[in-house]
């Protein structure tokens, strides 16, 4: 499994912006589809996007959608997320995760995640 690290996380007042990365391991990036997936406390881990092997496909939670940026970069075998527009409801844990599935990926797909990085917004 491809390893990964958070980073970026911290606090933020509502309306304003974060940008979080997830740096993997190894020369097999490009080879994975990769989602990030948030966890608030006393709530259930929940999707929020997914980028395709090549970045040329996303997919985003309603509740994010238009706020929300995922992108990667496979050079530096980091994928990240831009967070725009924040609201104190998206205060999780977000973790990123590799799954080795293209297409539609399940949350059961993702084999390799994480440890996650907090984000917190204030009202």
């Known amino acids: 499994q491809v390893q990964l690290v958070e980073s970026g996380g911290g606090l933020v007042q509502a309306g304003g912006s974060l940008r979080l990365s997830c740096a993997a391991s190894?020369?097999?990036?490009?080879?994975?589809?990769m989602g990030w997936f948030r966890q608030a406390p006393g709530k259930e881990r929940e999707f929020v996007t997914r980028?395709?092997?090549?970045?040329?496909?996303?997919v985003y939670a309603a509740s994010v959608k238009g706020r929300f940026t995922i992108s990667r970069d496979n050079a530096k075998n980091t994928v990240y997320l831009q967070m725009n527009s924040l609201k104190p409801e998206d205060t999780a844990l977000y973790y990123c995760a590799a799954s080795l599935q293209t297409g539609t990926v399940a949350p059961n797909d993702y084999d390799s995640w994480g440890q996650g990085t907090q984000v917190t917004v204030s009202s």
């Open positions: 190894g020369r097999t990036f490009s080879y994975y589809t």
């Open positions: 980028i395709s092997r090549s970045g040329g496909s996303t």
